[in-house]
């Protein structure tokens, strides 16, 4: 019996019974809506797969390959993709809780208009990734690689919930990136873009109030209109940053050159 028909069999039993699908060939078959809780895809081959509406809640797709796949509108609550290639996917509208991505490979994925709550994206490649209008609560996004990624109208933290939200972004590279109109905002301690790589980035507008930038790389980086009350940018480098109309009052600007 094939891996596909495997599959099929699964889920034809209202995927009760081997849910151990490790190195399985599931390239390009069409699990739309499929109920695949708990299943092992530890290094699974799911390339083109259609993954829409699934849920995926507790699954495990470690080291799997799912390039190109679809998983928009999917259930992915504290879903394993660590070390997985997610490039080219596009995860629009899920419900990304606890879902870790560490480590993972997401360049060129699309992440439209998505809620990802508690998600870990430790050292996550998103180049050129969309993230438009989607919202970072309680993440981790330490060493991830925004570069040249689109998060234009982004939330990464804010008070719009009952409670405080908090995304800690330790050295993350959002180089060349767009962050234009995003909300970035820092609640107590160790929640920050500490040594962050923000070189040549689009964060016209961004909401930086309180933020934790010291040490940051800002070369080139266009900050025009920008609020960054009170945020910290001890040592940054500011050389050649835009801060046009930016509000830097009672901002720390120790070691920037910048007075």
Known sequence: ??????????????????????????????????????????????????????????????????????????????????????????????????????????????????????????????????????????GNLSNANFSFANISGGIFAGTCLPMMFFVIANRANFSHSNLSSSQISWFGTNNNLFNANLKNAKLRGLFLNLADLRHSDLTGADLTGASLRGANLRFAIVKDTILEEADLSHADLTGTGLS
């Open 1 to 138: 019996m094939t891996d596909k028909e495997r599959m099929i069999r699964y889920l034809e039993n209202n995927s009760i019974g081997d849910s151990n699908f490790r190195y399985s060939d599931l390239r390009n078959m069409n699990l739309e809506n499929a109920i695949l809780k708990d299943v092992d895809f530890y290094r699974a081959d799911l390339r083109g797969t259609c993954l829409n509406g699934a849920d995926l809640t507790d699954a495990g797709f470690y080291q799997a390959d799912l390039r190109k796949s679809t998983l928009k509108m999917s259930n992915l609550c504290n879903t394993d993709f660590s070390y997985s290639n997610l490039s080219e996917c596009d995860l629009s509208g899920s419900k990304i809780h606890s879902t870790k991505f560490k480590f993972a490979d997401l360049c060129n994925s699309k992440i439209l208009e998505t809620e990802l709550s508690s998600a870990d994206l430790t050292g996550a490649t998103l180049i050129e990734a969309d993230l438009s209008n989607s919202k970072f609560f309680l």
